[in-house]
């Protein structure tokens, strides 16, 4: 009796969901929301001009209507750091907006069913966040140095103004993504920008000393990430004596200080990154 033999395939596994590598992922997302924004020129433009009349006329006029009010840093100077710490707020803001309306009417909802983590889409966001407002506050200070600003710029110096600068960014960054996530509509996201953005630069030495404030003012302003970063960057173009930083540590050595303030930003600037990936994910799911 002739049998029969059943010819039968190999079992095949389906291979394992692709993942597109990492670094891939990331410049992916960061080059789409480079893109999108560049398309939007007043993103680029509108959070640049409280700061840069700040560095033009305010700084100018109020120091030659107090006579400088600090004898050790020249005001134009003092003022158009300070300026700094609106532009990236601002900027953070928007970049934050845009990612609300991206939500509702772009392209999110596809990003994520592609094979990539929820996480790559808020660092591929801030990426583009970070050079944007890298670019702002460069304009910023410029503007301030073409105004007559004095500015007193080592290796060394350049080195704890852009720690502090890009800390404080992502910081931001992820509290603009944190807010963004949580509410639902446009208007809610734009009535939060005073508190986000500049409520806290009135408290945080960016138009005068910390230590001009009341006592209870002064506490608080020491809590703001703001006023460490903006001692920070003080320190490293304009107050390399460290007076801004002796008013938030009361120390004797201003390089001990600045490690302490630094770590103080990078602290708000990992806890806000990984608050802000967290609820983007539950959003995401909601």
Same mark, same amino acid.
């Given at each position: 009796?002739?049998?029969?033999?059943?010819?039968?395939?190999?079992?095949?596994?389906?291979?394992?969901?692709?993942?597109?590598?990492?670094?891939?992922?990331?410049?992916?997302?960061?080059?789409?929301?480079?893109?999108?924004?560049?398309?939007?020129?007043?993103?680029?433009?509108?959070?640049?001009?409280?700061?840069?009349?700040?560095?033009?006329? %305010?700084?100018?006029?109020? +120091?030659?209507?107090?006579?400088?009010?600090?004898?050790?840093?020249?005001?134009?100077?003092?003022?158009?750091?300070?300026?700094?710490?609106?532009?990236?707020?601002?900027?953070?803001?928007?970049?934050?907006?845009?990612?609300?309306?991206?939500? &509702?009417?772009?392209?999110?909802?596809? %990003?994520?069913?592609?094979?990539?983590?929820?996480?790559?889409?808020?660092?591929?966001?801030?990426?583009?966040?970070?050079?944007?407002?890298?670019?702002?506050?460069?304009?910023?200070?410029?503007?301030?140095?073409?105004?007559?600003?004095?500015?007193?710029? @080592?290796?060394?110096?350049?080195?704890?103004?852009?720690?502090?600068?890009?800390?404080? @960014?992502?910081?931001?960054?992820?509290?603009?993504? @944190?807010?963004?996530?949580?509410? &639902? +509509?446009?208007?809610?996201?734009?009535?939060?920008?005073?508190?986000?953005?500049?409520?806290?630069?009135?408290?945080?030495?960016?138009?005068?000393?910390?230590?001009?404030?009341?006592?209870?003012?002064?506490?608080?302003? +020491?809590?703001?990430?703001?006023? &460490?970063?903006?001692?920070?960057?003080?320190?490293?173009?304009?107050?390399?004596?460290?007076?801004?930083? &002796?008013?938030?540590?009361?120390?004797?050595?201003?390089?001990?200080?600045?490690?302490?303030?630094?770590?103080?930003?990078?602290?708000?600037?990992?806890?806000?990154?990984?608050?802000?990936?967290?609820?983007?994910?539950?959003?995401?799911?909601?």
């Amino acid at each position: 009796m002739a049998t029969t033999a059943t010819a039968t395939a190999p079992l095949t596994l389906a291979p394992p969901e692709t993942r597109v590598r990492p670094a891939s992922a990331l410049l992916t997302l960061a080059r789409r929301r480079a893109m999108l924004t560049s398309r939007t020129p007043r993103q680029i433009a509108v959070p640049l001009l409280g700061p840069a009349l700040l560095a033009l006329i %305010l700084a100018p006029a109020l +120091k030659k209507a107090t006579g400088g009010l600090h004898s050790h840093i020249d005001y134009t100077s003092f003022v158009g750091v300070g300026a700094v710490g609106l532009v990236i707020p601002l900027s953070c803001v928007f970049a934050g907006l845009s990612v609300l309306v991206d939500r &509702h009417s772009g392209a999110q909802r596809e %990003l994520l069913a592609a094979p990539v983590g929820r996480a790559y889409l808020v660092l591929g966001n801030m990426l583009v966040a970070i050079v944007l407002s890298a670019l702002q506050a460069l304009v910023v200070v410029g503007l301030s140095a073409l105004r007559g600003g004095s500015f007193h710029i @080592t290796g060394a110096g350049v080195a704890w103004f852009l720690a502090a600068a890009l800390l404080f @960014t992502v910081f931001m960054y992820g509290l603009a993504e @944190t807010v963004a996530s949580r509410v &639902h +509509k446009e208007e809610d996201y734009v009535g939060a920008t005073p508190v986000l953005a500049i409520l806290p630069f009135f408290f945080a030495g960016a138009l005068f000393p910390i230590s001009a404030m009341p006592a209870a003012l002064t506490t608080i302003a +020491k809590l703001l990430p703001l006023t &460490h970063a903006l001692a920070l960057m003080r320190y490293g173009f304009v107050d390399p004596s460290g007076r801004g930083l &002796h008013d938030i540590w009361g120390m004797g050595n201003a390089t001990t200080e600045a490690w302490l303030s630094l770590g103080v930003v990078a602290l708000f600037a990992a806890a806000l990154v990984t608050i802000s990936v967290r609820v983007f994910a539950r959003s995401a799911v909601a």
